[in-house]
C-alpha cells in the first residue's frame, strides 16, 4: 500500500481569488497563479515516497458558471506545472447529494482504489473547512492552511494549522523527517 499526500487545488496549489472575505478559482488558465514553494515540496514529498493526488470540489460547472472544458484546461496546466500522480475532480453542486462532494471522501476512496493508498497513513491539506472534514471521514491526518476566510469553520480540528500552503507540506516534510 502506497501513502499519499492529498492536496486541495485552489488555495494550496494555486491562489484562490478571494471576493468579500471567500476564495474562488481562477477563471481560466491563463490566470493561475501558483503558490511559492510549493512544487519544491511536493517533489521532496514524491522523492519520500509519497504519491501527491490533487482532489478539488469545482461546482461552478453545474451552477453554469464556467464551463467543464474552462476547468479541464485549469487542470491540464496544473498536471504540467505540479509533480501529481492524479488529479480528481468533482463537477457537482451541494444539491447534487453525489459522493464524490466534499466534505463527503468519495474523491480519497476513489483514489484509494484506483492507485493502491493507505488512507490511514495519508494525509489531506486544504484551505476550506470541507477539505478537513473529507480527509477526516476518509481517515487521513489533516492540515488546515488558514488563510481567515470569512465563512465559518465547521469541520473537526485539524492535526495542524498552517498559515501558508507551502509551510503545511513542511509540516507534513518535518514529520516524515522526524519518523513521526
Known amino acids: 500500500m502506497m501513502r499519499a499526500v492529498f492536496v ?3 488555495g494550496v496549489l494555486n491562489a484562490a481569488v478571494v471576493e468579500n472575505g471567500r476564495p474562488h478559482p481562477p477563471a481560466s488558465a491563463a490566470d493561475l497563479t501558483f503558490l511559492p514553494g510549493v512544487r519544491a515540496r511536493l517533489a521532496e514529498l514524491k522523492r519520500l515516497g509519497f504519491l501527491i493526488v490533487c482532489v478539488t470540489n469545482q461546482p461552478d460547472v453545474a451552477r453554469g458558471g464556467v464551463t ?3 476547468v479541464d484546461d485549469i487542470n491540464a496546466r496544473i498536471r504540467v506545472e505540479m509533480p501529481l500522480d492524479d488529479l480528481l475532480a468533482c463537477y457537482h453542486d451541494d444539491r447534487d447529494g453525489c ?7 468519495g474523491l480519497l ?16 491539506i486544504g484551505d476550506r473547512w470541507k477539505d478537513i472534514a473529507c480527509g477526516a471521514a476518509a481517515g487521513c491526518a489533516t492540515v488546515f492552511v488558514d488563510y481567515g476566510y470569512t465563512e465559518s469553520y465547521q469541520g473537526p480540528a485539524p492535526a495542524h494549522v498552517s498559515a501558508t500552503a507551502a509551510d503545511a507540506l513542511e509540516y507534513v516534510l518535518a514529520k516524515e523527517r522526524r519518523g513521526a
Not at 99 to 105: F, G, L, N
Request: proline share 7%; glycine share 6%.
Open 109 to 124: 476512496l476513489e483514489a484509494a482504489s484506483r492507485l493502491g493508498i493507505d488512507l490511514g497513513c495519508s494525509y489531506m
Open 68 to 70: 467543464r472544458a474552462s
Open 99 to 105: 459522493d464524490c462532494r466534499k466534505p463527503r471522501p
Open 8 to 10: 486541495d487545488r485552489d
